[in-house]
């Protein structure tokens, strides 16, 4: 199977900056994309930010221009560097690892979709 880790949240200042990180490992044929998701609370989790494994990449309108997401690809790790900080950034980060697995008693890789268990962000004002 997989399994996503994050690691790197934390507290900080409002304008200041964080870098969290994602690695997936197991029995991982490919890997399509990797995403950071976050829910803050009393609301719905939001897609942040998503990289594909061509390299395209995708933000959610609020972190455009603040967020970078970049993967390595050897590594089967993904990270979000969170710039110009804002309180409403305050909320559990989630990584998302969608690709295809293989395993000994599989004919051919199968798809996956792994989650991490979260990591917090809290923007101090």
């Known amino acids: 199977q997989v399994q996503v880790v994050e690691s790197g949240g934390g507290l900080v200042q409002a304008g200041g900056s964080l870098t969290v990180s994602c690695a997936a490992s197991?029995?991982?044929?490919?890997?399509?994309?990797m995403g950071w998701y976050r829910q803050a609370p009393g609301k719905q989790r939001e897609l942040v930010a998503r990289?594909?494994?061509?390299?395209?990449?995708y933000y959610e309108d609020s972190v455009k221009g603040r967020f970078t997401i970049s993967r390595d690809n050897l590594k089967n790790t993904v990270y979000l560097q969170m710039n110009s900080l804002k309180t409403e950034d305050t909320a559990v980060y989630y990584c998302d690892v969608d690709g295809l697995l293989t395993s000994p008693g599989l004919n051919r890789p199968r798809p996956f979709d792994s989650w991490g268990q979260g990591t917090q962000v809290t923007v101090s004002s």
């Open positions: 990289i594909f494994a061509h390299g395209a990449t």
């Open positions: 197991g029995s991982i044929f490919s890997i399509h994309h």
